[in-house]
Antibody, heavy 123, light 108 residues
Framework: QVHLQESGPGQLKPSETLSLTCTVS??????????WNWIRQPPGKGLEWIGY???????KYKSSLKSRVAISGDMSKNQFSLKMSSVTVADTAVYYC???????????????WGQGTLVTVSS | EIVLTQSPGTLSLSPGERATLSCRAS???????LAWYQHKPGRAPRLLIY???YRATGIPDRFSGSGSGTDFTLTIIRLEPEDFAVYYC?????????FGQGTKVEIK
């Protein structure tokens, strides 16, 4: 069974950089059959896809977040990470990491998720 | 991007009853690329259905999905106590993937 676990600071001040790591067990981030994603859910709002990294280093981001987001993988640690710069209170959310099987070359569903980590941005 | 509207917002039912959840898209979802997830507080979301009607591995057959185009349905026949949760739909036929706001199935 694949297990994903998010980790990172839970509190940030506006303008700081959010850094989260997802540790994968029971599967490998170097497996070319999957994308490795970050998704978030602000309090009381819906889920929002942020972006993914592929084992080759290819990334894709939601266009509205692209200028502030970077996702990278660390094959040696079987982890992938999210960095989001210049955070504001609007970035307060539960952040999830999730695995996405490749379907041809299009987007797909998420077959395994982490339980999420709350990040609060407040001055 | 495609907007998904789920209804109702909350469904109050008793164990053993049937739950019917709706997910309506703002435009046609190509190839019925729609998934459903179950989410309980503090837990990882769980994939139930993909491709509108295919159950994910290990999902009981009391869960079924149907629909095409812009209208999709998740049905849970004979609710079990562990089925009370929030359910989300997600489309992946168009980039970016988007999610519905969720339907909470609560114990009546």
């Amino acid at each position: 069974q694949v297990h994903l676990q998010e980790s990172g600071p839970g509190q940030l001040k506006p303008s700081e950089t959010l850094s989260l790591t997802c540790t994968v067990s029971g599967g490998s981030v170097s497996n070319g059959a999957y994308y490795w994603n970050w998704i978030r859910q602000p309090p009381g709002k819906g889920l929002e896809w942020i972006g993914y990294v592929y084992y080759s280093g290819i990334t894709k981001y939601k266009s509205s977040l692209k200028s502030r987001v970077a996702i990278s993988g660390d094959m040696s640690k079987n982890q992938f990470s999210l960095k989001m710069s210049s955070v504001t209170v609007a970035d307060t959310a539960v952040y999830y990491c999730a695995r996405e099987p490749l379907i041809y070359s299009s987007s797909s569903y998420f077959d395994f998720w982490g339980q999420g980590t709350l990040v609060t941005v407040s001055s | 991007e495609i907007v998904l509207t789920q209804s109702p917002g909350t469904l109050s039912l008793s164990p053993g009853e049937r739950a019917t959840l709706s997910c309506r898209a703002s435009e046609t979802i190509s190839r019925a690329f729609l998934a459903w997830y179950q989410h309980k507080p503090g837990r990882a979301p769980r994939l139930l259905i993909y491709g509108a009607s295919y159950r994910a591995t290990g999902i009981p057959d009391r869960f079924s999905g149907s629909g095409s185009g812009t209208d999709f349905t998740l049905t849970i026949i004979r609710l079990e106590p562990e089925d009370f949760a929030v359910y989300y739909c997600q489309q992946y036929g168009s980039s970016p993937q988007t999610f519905g706001q969720g339907t909470k199935v609560e114990i009546k």
